[in-house]
């Protein structure tokens, strides 16, 4: 069966500095991928998808994930953390009709 | 625009009654999910519809009931029988076979005491 996993429950970053989060997948063919994200209390939003292709996609608001097929990987990167980037953020695999969520990375950004 | 509306935000509900959640969509979708949030458990699948009067069973399904009456509407009940039932919940709608163009909900707050 599918599966995702999130190894970080919580990470903590100060504002400006880089950040990667971390998803692993368990998918017997080519998985479609994805990262969303969650403000407290609130429905999910897309940041970005990986299909095929390129294995760096570029998502909203200066995200990025790489897709690296031979680590079962698909992490999450931006450049420069924001205030506005605390959310709690999650990747998925499309299992056949359905996604199937890792258990989520909350951030915090320290000002 | 369209969109997928769940009501209430926040609903309580005392031990032992059922509670019905709504979810309404109006983006032609077939395929309609709930799933259910917890604390460092991610979102997990309790029912999904493809298409209507057809249902099947998530991971943790046990405890809920679902009907697929119409296109549009796809309403969750927590019976009593749900051993936990307070949590976030949020539905979601795609088209058919196409999980990659899931639309979610703004979900539902349930408490019960």
């Known amino acids: 069966a599918q599966s995702v996993t999130q190894p970080d429950i919580h990470i903590t970053v100060s504002e400006g500095a880089s950040l990667e989060l971390r998803c692993n997948y368990s998918?017997?063919?080519?998985?479609?991928l994805f990262w969303y994200v969650q403000s407290p209390g609130q429905g999910l939003q897309l940041l970005l998808k990986y299909f095929s292709g390129d294995t760096l996609v570029q998502g909203i608001k200066g995200f990025e994930a790489e897709f690296k097929r031979s680590q079962s990987s698909f992490n999450l990167r931006k450049p420069s953390v924001h205030w506005s980037d605390a959310a709690e953020y999650f990747c998925?695999?499309?299992?056949?009709?359905?996604?199937?969520f890792g258990q989520g990375t909350r951030l915090t950004i320290n000002p | 625009d369209g969109g997928i509306t769940q009501s209430p935000k926040y609903l309580f509900r005392k031990e032992g009654q059922n509670v019905t959640l709504s979810c309404e969509q109006n983006?032609?979708?077939?395929?309609m999910y709930w799933y259910r949030q917890d604390p460092g458990q991610g979102l997990r699948l309790i029912y999904y519809?493809?298409?209507?009067?057809?249902?099947q069973k998530g991971d943790i399904a046990e405890g809920y009931s679902v009907s697929r009456e119409k296109k549009e509407s796809f309403p969750l009940t927590v019976t009593s029988a749900q051993k936990n039932p307070t949590a976030f919940y949020l539905c979601?709608?795609?088209?058919?076979?196409?999980?990659?163009?899931?639309?979610f909900g703004s979900g539902t707050r349930l408490t019960v005491v």
């Open positions: 998925a695999v499309d299992g056949a009709q359905k996604l199937v």
């Open positions: 998918y017997g063919a080519t998985p479609y």
């Open positions: 983006l032609n979708h077939d395929a």
């Open positions: 519809s493809q298409i209507v009067n057809d249902f």
């Open positions: 979601a709608s795609s088209p058919r076979d196409r999980a990659y163009r899931y639309t």
